[in-house]
């Protein structure tokens, strides 16, 4: 048995590299992935088109990554982990409350696509490159587990927000905080799409900026309540 591993060992694994070595193959394995997942889409690539654009072996991108969800989830992981990080941080304090932390994070993920291009590629790829099919199982999870905990981060924020009194009881702090990562989602593809459309910082920051003021507490005492709120209400909605 041993020595049969043996003998197959190089088969599978390349040479022995430095730390240095290996980190700069991987990141050249997901360079190409990026570049050949934009033009061709995800399904239309396979891993030996991500090798050869590479310049390493078939084995050598599956010494790093175990399948093309693997691969494809750490090039999601290069640039959005910042944001999950940023997201997950998000602490108000007397110099900034909940609602101007919250809306410099929002305003900070739509200056980063705006002006990062490795950002706004991938993105582009994981909205508009992507089938959720056979082993891409795994992106499918690990997209909803991404939305799940933004709106997590959201939801704490509008909390925090709302037992401060600066925003009103209506909507739930969890029904805004869907309604908020709904609108940003939608103002990053739209843009994606057709870029000279609009211009992403402005448009979208000044749509954040009134969907924050609608839920201001000052606005319900002011306004009173909706109309057929409580009809609403008993829908469910």
Same mark, same amino acid.
């Given at each position: 048995m041993y020595i049969e591993s043996t003998l197959r060992q190089p088969e599978t694994q390349p040479v022995r590299k430095t730390k240095a070595e290996a980190l700069a193959t991987r990141s050249g394995i997901l360079d190409a992935a990026e570049r050949l997942?934009? %033009?061709?889409? *995800? #399904?239309?690539?396979?891993?030996?088109?991500?090798?050869? =654009?590479?310049?390493? %072996?078939?084995?050598? *991108?599956?010494?790093?990554?175990?399948?093309?969800?693997?691969?494809?989830?750490?090039?999601? #992981? !290069? *640039?959005?982990?910042?944001?999950?990080? +940023?997201?997950?941080?998000?602490?108000?304090?007397?110099?900034?409350?909940?609602?101007?932390? $919250?809306?410099?994070?929002? !305003?900070?993920?739509?200056? !980063?696509?705006?002006?990062?291009?490795q950002v706004r590629r991938v993105f582009q790829i994981a909205t508009q490159k992507v089938e959720y099919v056979d082993e891409l199982n795994a992106v499918r999870d690990r997209h909803l587990q991404m939305r799940r905990e933004h709106i997590a981060a959201l939801e704490r924020l509008l909390r925090e927000a709302r037992a401060s009194? @600066?925003?009103? +009881?209506?909507? %739930?702090? !969890?029904? =805004?905080?869907? &309604?908020?990562?709904?609108?940003? /989602?939608?103002? $990053?593809?739209?843009?994606?799409? /057709?870029?000279? &459309?609009?211009? $992403?910082?402005?448009? &979208? &920051?000044? @749509?954040?900026?009134?969907?924050?003021?609608?839920?201001d507490a000052g606005l319900e005492s002011r306004c009173g309540t909706p109309p057929r709120a409580g009809r609403a209400k008993r829908r469910g909605e």
């Open positions: 997942f934009q %033009t061709h889409g *995800v #399904s239309g690539t396979s891993l030996q088109d991500i090798a050869a =654009a590479a310049g390493v %072996t078939r084995g050598a *991108v599956y010494w790093h990554f175990k399948d093309k969800g693997d691969l494809f989830n750490a090039m999601m #992981s !290069r *640039v959005c982990l910042p944001m999950e990080e +940023a997201a997950a941080g998000m602490t108000p304090s007397a110099a900034s409350p909940p609602l101007e932390t $919250l809306r410099a994070h929002l !305003r900070g993920i739509l200056e !980063r696509v705006a002006a990062d291009e009194g @600066a925003i009103a +009881a209506e909507p %739930t702090p !969890r029904h =805004a905080a869907i &309604g908020l990562h709904a609108l940003l /989602d939608g103002l $990053l593809q739209n843009w994606m799409l /057709d870029p000279d &459309g609009f211009a $992403l910082r402005a448009v &979208g &920051g000044r @749509a954040i900026d009134l969907y924050l003021a609608g839920l």
